[in-house]
């Protein structure tokens, strides 16, 4: 602190606090706090109303939410699906990312993070309908298959949740392996190499010395793509259709219909729901916060 | 006897490059044995080639007679304590030292038992539960050596494990180490660029030199009778004096050099006309008064550059015709030490006996390679 008033005097250093301070009070918390105080009041079609003796603090809008058989329906739906979302992004990016680390010596990694990065320069709407094509029913992979004689009918990808989870895997993977990069890379070689000269075999050695070491990127790299995959709209929306509805398309849809009470409840809904899941999972995976900010 | 090492005309190539040149040795068992050399003679190749971790490009590495290519570090009897030690951060003192019976299977039991065993050895009885960073430098030293040992390796490999320590705990570390091999009677091959580590701890010491062994010996073979003019400079301090070999008989050898002709001790047979070098110990060399009987001694004189003491002995540095590196005499510290100034030409002397002809460094690697 001593040191950047040294070096920006105090002026400076009350200037970059007050713009931190606002970025992070009027652009952050202040729209967050409004939405949660919005959910928290009845939908009144009247703008003469608001503010007005009718606009007072209730919890109908939730009462809409949960009474519904559907949304629990979609919402169970759009977490089984993040969660499978989550788990084969794992399971792909675990050892994406130790072959990425163990060939730091190599002068590949350059390389091969080129490649990973590069499809990400290119919008995720974009993207998304690059996936579109892949998936239709006459799209390349099922011509591809049709064409070796593997199946006789179109598969149908699109609209459903394979499609959309083969999507969310494919937008979100990054988020996964980065973390899981940047913490197996702080792991010393030796450790794999001592465990190994004491006679580990090879799953030995990941369960032991690799997974513990690696713990909170794998508990990031969850969280983040867990929260990403179930609060995406674009990829459900393109991928699913009309036929595989995720939790967002709920929330939109009460915003779509100028009922911004009603949608900022389901909003509020999918996100304390989403973080009570998160933190039930940290708990009966042992992982604290203090390992994650590790 | 049943687990003796040898290594069979070991080469190692990377590429281009060959790191190891066919290295012979055979170590008994209960040995203690050290590779010693500067940084990138290949000692540290040699080391990964026991362990397994990287396999020979031609050669055999034998274990009681058996060969060990193809076989995975995981699958050998030798255990390997790295330079930075790679203990476990995330597992406790006793997890560390159990962790290879546990990948074997053994009971927890039966672990318990082995770990308390070796903490014993180690002398860190009751430190089973703490954390690797609650511990000293020495003693996650000692937790190392107990987690190789622990899975009962025929052969334990030390790669320079002392050097992280500082000096008071390193010659500490010297002598437990080696009471350590005494008591469990395991072969240790120890991996050092320190001569003073090599030379105190070992049974036999192993001299390396851009991949190939300049001379296997005891630590006084080695200090005492150096056989290759690398040898001769690497281990201890020597006074080299280039020159040209003019007569040679019943062991000794007569060379030309810039102080002019000087005898001495010339085990290699070299013969008149060859380029050669003396070497003698700084501490074999003496100050001559100016008038004293030399008798058969070899004597030079030269100005002096500078007197360093160092406690218990005091060096004197004379300039060296013809070389950059002074000539150094080493006096001990008795009470009597007599004072140089700096200019002043001095006569030091020195026995024929105590220096030694020997080929130029380079010059050994001839067609006949080593003995």
């Given amino acids: ?294 | 006897m049943a687990n003796d090492l040898e290594l069979v005309d070991v080469v190692k190539k990377f590429g281009a490059f060959t790191a190891v040149h066919g290295v012979n040795v055979a170590m008994p068992q209960g040995e203690f044995f050290s590779f010693l050399g500067p940084s990138g003679c290949g000692k540290t190749t040699i080391l990964r080639m026991i362990s397994g971790f990287i396999d020979p490009s031609a050669g055999a590495i034998r274990l009681a007679g058996r060969d060990l290519n193809g076989i995975g570090p995981n699958k050998r009897p030798t255990a390997l304590i790295f330079q930075n030690l790679a203990l476990f951060p995330l597992m406790s003192v006793a997890d560390n030292i159990g962790y290879g019976l546990m990948v074997r299977g053994v009971a927890a039991s039966e672990r318990r038992k082995v770990v308390d065993r070796m903490l014993e050895l180690i002398a860190l009885k009751g430190y089973g539960d703490k954390r690797i960073d609650e511990l000293s430098g020495g003693q996650k030293q000692r937790v190392a050596i107990a987690r190789a040992l622990a899975v009962e390796p025929k052969v334990l490999l030390l790669d320079e494990p002392l050097s992280a320590l500082d000096l008071k705990l390193r010659q500490h570390m010297r002598h437990e180490l080696r009471a350590l091999q005494r008591r469990t009677g395991v072969t240790f091959i120890y991996i050092t660029h320190d001569q003073g580590e090599a030379l105190a701890m070992s049974d036999r010491v192993a001299v390396m030199s851009q991949g190939r062994i300049e001379q296997i010996g005891t630590s006084t073979e080695i200090y005492n009778n150096p056989q290759t003019a690398f040898v001769a400079a690497f281990v201890g301090e020597n006074n080299a004096l280039a020159g040209k070999v003019t007569a040679a008989d019943y062991g000794y050898g007569a060379i030309e050099t810039a102080f002019g002709k000087l005898r001495a001790a010339n085990p290699r047979g070299m013969k008149p006309g060859e380029a050669s070098v003396l070497f003698v110990r700084p501490e074999r060399v003496r100050l001559a008064e100016a008038k004293a009987e030399t008798g058969s001694d070899n004597v030079i004189e030269s100005p002096v550059l500078d007197g360093v003491f160092e406690g218990p002995v005091a060096n004197i540095l004379l300039e060296n015709l013809g070389s950059e590196r002074p000539i150094t005499v080493t006096l001990a510290n008795d009470g009597a030490t007599p004072r140089v100034s700096r200019g002043e030409r001095r006569r030091v002397r020195f026995s024929p006996d105590d220096a030694i002809l020997l080929p130029p460094a380079g010059a050994a690697h001839g067609a006949g390679g080593h003995a």
């Avoid at chain 1, 675990?94 to 350059?110: A, D, E, Q």
């Avoid at chain 1, 009922?259 to 042992?286: K, Q």
């Fill in chain 1, 1 to 294: 602190m001593s040191e950047a008033i040294r070096r920006f005097g105090a002026g400076g250093v009350a200037a970059i606090l007050a713009g931190v301070a606002f970025w992070a009070i009027m652009l952050i918390a202040g729209p967050m706090l409004l939405m949660v105080d919005l959910a928290f009041r009845p939908y009144l079609p009247n703008p003469a109303d608001v503010g007005g003796p009718l606009d007072v603090h209730t919890v109908s809008n939730f009462a809409k939410v949960f009474l519904d058989d559907l949304n629990w329906r979609v919402f169970v739906k759009t977490i089984y699906a993040s969660i499978t979302v989550t788990i084969i992004s794992l399971l792909i990016g675990y050892p994406l990312s130790y072959i990425l680390v163990r060939s730091t010596k190599s002068g590949w990694v350059g390389i091969l993070m080129i490649g990973l990065l590069i499809p990400f320069w290119v919008n995720e709407i974009l993207r998304t309908f690059a996936w579109q094509l892949l998936l239709a029913r006459y799209g390349f992979i099922n011509t591809t298959l049709t064409a070796m004689g593997l199946i006789d009918e179109p598969i149908q990808f699109t609209n459903t949740d394979f499609g959309v989870q083969v999507g969310l895997i494919y937008a979100y993977i990054l988020f996964m392996i980065f973390p899981l990069y940047s913490t197996m890379e702080s792991l010393d070689p030796n450790q794999v190499d001592a465990a190994r000269d004491l006679g580990a075999p090879f799953w030995r050695i990941h369960w032991d010395i690799v997974i513990p070491h690696t713990k909170p990127g794998i508990a990031s790299g969850c969280i983040v793509t867990f929260m990403l995959a179930a609060g995406s709209y674009v990829v459900p929306e393109l991928l699913g259709g009309t036929r595989a509805i995720w939790f967002t398309k709920l929330i939109y849809l009460q915003f779509e219909a100028i009922n911004w009470n009603l949608a900022s409840a389901y909003g509020f809904t999918l996100v304390v729901l989403c973080l009570l899941f998160i933190l039930l999972m940290m708990a009966v995976f042992r992982v604290s916060l203090k390992d994650i900010a590790r």
